[in-house]
């Protein structure tokens, strides 16, 4: 008999960020300067979609729009809502710096997704989140 169980998405992947610009894999050399050539990349730990972490967050978004009632939500509120759920599902970083802090607590991922200049490290982990091959 087969178990279906056997297929479960894994709780968490590390997501190796790339260039926007040549989707190349970024690497940092030992003194923590962007380097093709480094030995240390550039990742993110992204839980899955099946994950406890994703889960509560998806609970807590709805929980809000249940308190909100009818009320739509603004663009800007849709985007930080967003933020939100991206924020519960990074877990940690490695070789990742943002306003010259190693990112690693709730604050600064929150902080770094918000910020539109560097859009695309949002985009790569929303990707990551919808790509289920990353999670076997």
């Known amino acids: 008999m087969f178990d279906v169980k056997s297929l479960a998405i894994k709780e968490s992947t590390v ?4 260039n926007p610009f040549t989707d ?3 690497y940092v050399n030992d003194k923590g300067e962007l380097d093709p050539m ?3 990349p550039v990742t993110v730990t992204v839980a899955s979609t099946g994950s406890r972490q994703y889960r509560l967050a998806v609970n807590a978004m709805i929980n809000r729009g249940i308190k909100r009632g009818n009320k739509k939500l603004t663009a800007e509120e849709q985007k930080q809502e ?3 759920l991206l924020v519960a599902c990074c877990l940690d970083s490695e070789n990742l710096v943002y306003d010259g802090e190693d990112v690693k607590s709730d604050a600064q991922f929150r902080a770094m997704l918000a910020d539109d200049s560097i859009s695309f490290i949002k985009q790569q982990i929303d990707e ?3 790509t289920i091959e990353l999670f076997k």
């Open 15 to 18: 997501l190796h960020l790339s």
């Open 24 to 26: 190349e894999k970024l």
């Open 38 to 40: 480094g030995k240390n």
């Open 82 to 84: 967003g933020i939100e």
């Open 128 to 130: 990551a989140l919808g």
